[in-house]
């Protein structure tokens, strides 16, 4: 498969050649001050190190390369084997970080894209016009920069009279001259693999002590290439996170792409400022977001919905015409026309079937409540089967827990509980049957009974409906 550096020029040449991409991600990220790895820190609810290989998977024909350093472990576990890895035991630099993946690429790659780990902003499609402008151009390195008025720590891009790249000079090591430069390097590069391993080799050691990947720009054009930079229209695409104001700063574009995304695919986002949409999440159309809304994970909200204000919604399956106000729900199940809240929390194994209304402060936990079920008033449902067009009275309480274990609830069709009834589990109550307010249900009720008291003793049968 390699072709040996050769170049083919234009757009055939992909035929021809194997792709592959190294992103770095083996710095400890010490700006960061943190204890986790700086790439394992999450933007948008997904890691930094995802965003990047997400951002070349589209383009390579072979498994992006890791090179891992600081919490090698804790990257590989996170990423497994959407990736392949190499191990660089110290950190002594972008280039010495490339130099470790010699072994796995050397002799299989033609054309190698490196990007870091830490630019979790950075677009495929951005990445794919990288490695046009490389394949069009007789140079075996191509770059990105980008112009602007915030340095936050990066390359400076250096060009003679005519305009044309002759360097990246790094800011630590700037003169007050260079430091003046507004064209900044973004980190994404495209090579010819044979010139990359052939040139790591002459990269001199730094001042820092370190060996800079950004050299083998310089040294491209000692040895008379005419290097070409990609200037990226969207200066946000290179945010690099280096401090965790970079990564607030990030996580705000992130969430505006998110956001306007959803918009223009048919949802209405009332405040976009303050709608937080995790970018595993899906959402129907002509659903409407309102302020404060955070929703997290794998949830997908149906069509015709209205979510929030101040709602949060993780890893829940929501369907269709649902209300959601002022409430909390985690792994939670809700089908359509469900309404709930103020103040509704559904916890894990909630599960609210088509029509179900929670009003306020109400809590279900690994529960079923049937169609058409209503509990208006803060109530407690925990580990119950609860079926059809069942009234929960206001603060009706299943008392599930009884110290040891946790037992179950079972409540038929057209059940009538009234206020404050208290079900100290493991109880059933049969279809149709009516609790009186304050009842405290210890022993299971047959279907079509009334009873009354504390504990709860039978009053009478009830005639049935139809
Ligand atoms: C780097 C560039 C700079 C560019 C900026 C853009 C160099 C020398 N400088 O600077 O020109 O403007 O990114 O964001 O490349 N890493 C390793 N091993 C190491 C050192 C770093 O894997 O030995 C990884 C880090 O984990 C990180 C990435 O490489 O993901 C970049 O390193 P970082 O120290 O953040 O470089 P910058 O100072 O931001
Ligand atoms: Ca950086």
Not at 185 to 205: E, Q, R, T
Request: hydrophobic share 35%.
């Amino acid at each position: 498969m390699s072709q040996g550096g050769q170049r083919y020029g234009g757009h055939e040449s992909r035929n021809f050649m194997t792709i592959a991409a190294i992103i770095l991600a083996a710095g400890e990220g010490t700006r960061m001050r943190s204890k986790r790895p700086k790439v394992l820190h999450p933007i948008a609810g997904q890691s930094m190190i995802n965003h990047a290989l997400s951002a070349v998977s589209g383009l390579v024909d072979l498994p992006p390369v890791l090179v891992v350093g600081y919490g090698a472990d804790q990257v590989r576990e996170s990423i497994g084997t959407q990736a392949e890895y190499a191990l660089q035991e110290e950190q002594l630099g972008t280039g010495h970080a490339v130099s470790c993946v010699r072994s796995k690429l050397e002799g299989r790659a033609d054309t190698i894209i490196v990007t870091y780990g830490d630019m979790p902003l950075l677009r495929g499609r951005s990445l794919g016009d990288l490695l046009a402008l490389h394949q069009s151009s007789e140079c075996p390195v191509a770059m990105t920069s980008f112009t602007g008025d915030k340095a936050r720590m990066f390359g400076r891009v250096v060009r003679d009279d005519r305009g044309h790249v002759i360097g990246i000079v790094e800011e630590a090591v700037a003169t007050p001259e260079q430091l003046k430069i507004r064209e900044y390097n973004v980190g994404a590069y495209c090579f010819d693999a044979d010139w990359l391993w052939a040139s790591l080799k002459k990269i001199p050691i730094s001042p820092k002590g370190e060996y800079y990947l950004t050299d083998l720009v310089g040294l491209a054009v000692k040895e008379g290439y005419p290097v070409e930079s990609l200037i990226i229209d969207d200066p946000d695409e290179a945010i690099g996170v280096n401090t965790r104001v970079h990564l607030a700063a990030a996580e705000k574009v992130m969430r505006r792409r998110i956001n306007e995304r959803w918009m223009l695919s048919g949802v209405t986002i009332l405040d976009p400022a303050t709608t937080y949409i995790e970018s595993g999440v899906k959402i129907g159309q002509d659903t409407v977001i309102f302020p404060n809304t955070h929703l997290q994970g794998e949830t997908v909200i149906g069509e015709d919905c209205g979510i929030g204000p101040d709602t949060t919604v993780v890893d829940t399956k929501v369907g269709n015409q649902v209300r959601l106000i002022a409430s909390t729900l985690e792994k939670a199940v809700v089908e359509d026309r469900v309404t709930m809240g103020p103040y509704c929390h559904l916890r894990k194994g909630a599960h609210l079937q088509e029509g179900v209304h929670l009003g306020n402060f109400g809590e279900v936990k690994q529960s079923i409540l049937g169609p058409a079920t209503k509990m208006g008033h803060f109530s407690y449902i925990g580990d119950a089967k609860i079926g059809e067009n069942v009234n929960i009275g206001a603060g009706t309480i299943t008392c599930n827990y009884d110290g040891e274990k946790k037992n179950p609830t079972e409540i038929g069709d057209d059940v009538f509980l009234g206020s404050d009834t208290m079900l100290v589990a493991p109880v059933k109550i049969g279809d149709r049957s009516v609790t009186g307010a304050g009842a405290v249900v210890t022993r299971d009720v047959p279907p079509d009974t009334l009873v009354l008291g504390v504990p709860a003793k039978e009053k009478r049968k009830l005639e049935k409906s139809d």
